[in-house]
């Protein structure tokens, strides 16, 4: 493996600048980076893979344990829990009906609000910054 | 008279060359194509521009400072943040803010696409490589696969300074013109029966999710590619602000105000480092071919995945091939693309959130790419 790190190494000291001119490209299979190349690509993809793959895995699984916990607490309380069965037959018209609902209802909730009305004075400094005498014009 | 024509030797009519105007003409294009045709103006107006300030000829060496490249010069310090990777991590900041992941939440699984697309990252690595380029300048090239202009922006100041300008132009380029690009891979990749497959909503997502998402991102993702930390700790950060729900107005500040900032700056630097005595070289073309085959590869190995996904999911779980495009991390363009793709097929097919799942994971997965081409590469001339 040391011996392998060092092989790289000396290939990486040895480096082929990038082209000066279109007419010089050359297609050259057998660079001496291929094998570094070829390795990097696919560690690379795989840990990609790995990372974006564990990722999903762990909040796919939070998901679960937060729902499970959320379950738990409703049948504490003794609320009713809805199962994803009850709700499949669910016509269209009933989902009408509850969306009108609760549309009523929030747009109603307005009407419910406290009638107080208050002014809030907001001091006023004087600043010469927001001097009025600076703000209006004069005419002599 | 002397005086006069000693004027006239600094004026921009006795410095210019063809390279100038070319650039000039390129500029003018940027402009046009994001005024008159719309394609992302935030970022081809201020390129566009940058790319005529960045040509304007003057004489070179005489301590005008006043090119890009000159030292002290003030464009000069406002490509500093360019050159040493500072704007990339804010503009992550900003994204993270303004990202929702609920889609990717409610259905991880098309996490794996956002992998899939970044193939395209290591078959143009190896295909830089095949053309002459040294490894360092071969993984900044390839990163123009992940579709990520800030990622490739990043990478390339670490690996392949030289080369930042074409690279940052390609990726920012093909990031604009993914309605043009992505389209004939996914029609030719897809049957009309694949395009037409209609998949379940997703479900609604708790808050403590959209919380725990961003700490259990961070921690998993940058301890597996620590080379990604910049660019991902930003990133988690600001989604964190946006889903605590207790520091909005930071999150709105990152959101707007800075990422519009550093936008500006990015893109005008970007595009003024585009100076033709530098810029115009074969290896730019070269690196602009890189770019597109590496875009193109990308795009068909998310739409290629999803169809292999397919073979293992069954029923109301099958996915739309169309949305592996999105894997791509070109937020949101390449999910609008299939969402105009799966309207044209079926006006009730709405694919939009679907397609923002694997969109938002191919920003994470070229940040992970990114980290693990620069832990390898930084690591060996460390080394050496």
Known sequence: MINKIFEILALIQTNEVAPKSLNNITLDFGNKNMLFAEEISVVGIIIVFAALGILATLIGSIAKVLKLIQLKRMEKKGEVIVSKSDISNVTDEINVAIALALNRYFEEIHDLETAILTIHREPRPYSPWSSKIYNIRRHL | ?384
Not at chain 2, 18 to 39: E, N, P, R
């Open chain 2, 1 to 384: 008279m002397e005086g006069l024509m000693h004027f006239l030797e600094f004026s921009g009519f006795a410095n210019v060359t063809w390279g100038h105007l070319v650039m000039i003409c390129v500029g003018i294009v940027f402009i046009y194509l994001a005024i008159s045709k719309d394609y992302e103006p935030l970022l081809l107006v201020p390129i566009g521009f940058g790319i005529l300030i960045g040509n304007v000829p003057f004489m070179e060496g005489v301590g005008l400072q006043l090119g890009i490249y000159e030292n002290g010069s003030v464009m000069n310090y406002l490509y500093f943040g360019v050159l040493k990777g500072v704007y990339p991590p804010l503009i992550f900041l900003g994204i993270g803010a303004m990202t929702d992941f609920s889609t990717l939440l409610s259905n991880p699984k098309l996490m794996l696409l956002g992998a899939a697309a970044q193939i395209g990252i290591f078959i143009t690595f190896i295909a830089a490589l095949v053309l002459g380029f040294s490894l360092e300048q071969s993984a900044a090239i390839g990163i123009i696969g992940g579709a990520d202009g800030p990622t490739a922006i990043f990478l390339a100041s670490r690996l392949a300074p030289e080369l930042i300008g074409a690279i940052a132009i390609a990726a920012y380029s093909y990031m604009a013109l993914v309605p043009v690009i992505q389209p004939p891979i996914i029609k030719l990749l897809t049957s009309k029966e694949e395009r037409l497959i209609k998949m379940k909503p997703p479900r609604s997502v708790t808050k403590v999710e959209k919380m725990v998402f961003p700490i259990v991102g961070l921690l998993l993702t940058t301890f597996i590619s620590p080379g990604a930390l910049p660019l991902l700790g930003m990133l988690f950060f600001g989604n964190l602000l946006k889903e605590s729900g207790v520091t909005k107005r930071l999150a709105d500040t990152a959101s707007k105000q800075l990422i519009d900032i550093v936008t500006i700056l990015l893109g005008v630097t970007v595009g003024a480092s585009t100076q033709a005595t530098t810029f115009l070289t074969p290896q730019s073309i070269l690196i602009f071919v890189l770019g597109a085959v590496s875009f193109m590869v990308a795009t068909a190995g998310g739409v290629l995945f999803a169809k292999f996904m397919n073979l293992f999911l069954k029923g109301d779980n099958k996915l739309n091939p169309m949305i592996g495009a999105a894997g791509v991390s070109a937020v949101p363009d390449s999910a609008r693309v299939v969402q105009m793709l799966g309207l044209a097929e079926n006006k009730n097919n709405h694919l939009l959130m679907h397609a923002m799942a694997p969109n938002v994971a191919g920003v994470i997965g070229s940040a992970v790419a990114a980290g693990i081409l620069l832990s390898y590469l930084l690591k060996i001339s460390w080394a050496g």
